[in-house]
């Protein structure tokens, strides 16, 4: 109906979990701009939480591609004390470090930048370079628990 009175840009909240397969269809076939699915938006959060349980926060990017991931370095953390070139040799990983949150500031920081305890650092790269890195610094993926 937005569209036959003119309406730039629509948003169609499909809820039903038997549409979901059909959602880019729905899209294009209605021109819609957008389709929100509340429960699978939730749910993929969900997923993505357990799969980090360390991380603080968890932006998703660039049709599920690119994750940015922030972790609190504490004092059992592998890489406390350690600077971006060293952590980039000893875990050769496709990761990028690309800010550090410390006292209050922010850091773009180059190889010599020393990670701290009490550090947030901002981890960019795709879903399986972030897993094995989050895996290499000794954080475990964590499995729900199934009751009967």
Do not use: W
């Amino acid at each position: 109906m937005g569209k036959k009175i003119g309406v730039k840009k629509t948003i169609a909240r499909i809820r039903n979990p038997e549409y979901s397969e059909q959602l880019a269809l729905m899209k294009d076939e209605m021109a819609l701009s957008m389709i929100v699915n509340p429960e699978l938006a939730t749910a993929m959060d969900i997923s993505h939480l357990i799969s980090f349980p360390s991380a603080i926060n968890i932006g998703i990017f660039a049709d599920d591609r690119v994750y940015l991931i922030e972790f609190k370095v504490d004092e059992e953390s592998p890489i406390a004390g350690m600077s971006i070139s060293s952590i980039q040799e000893k875990y050769n990983s496709d990761i990028l470090i690309c800010a550090v949150y410390r006292d209050a500031q922010i850091y773009i920081p180059n190889g010599d930048f020393v990670i701290k305890e009490g550090d947030h650092i901002h981890v960019a790269g795709d879903y399986e370079s972030i897993g094995a890195y989050h895996k290499a610094l000794g954080h475990h993926e964590k499995k729900p628990n199934q009751s009967s």
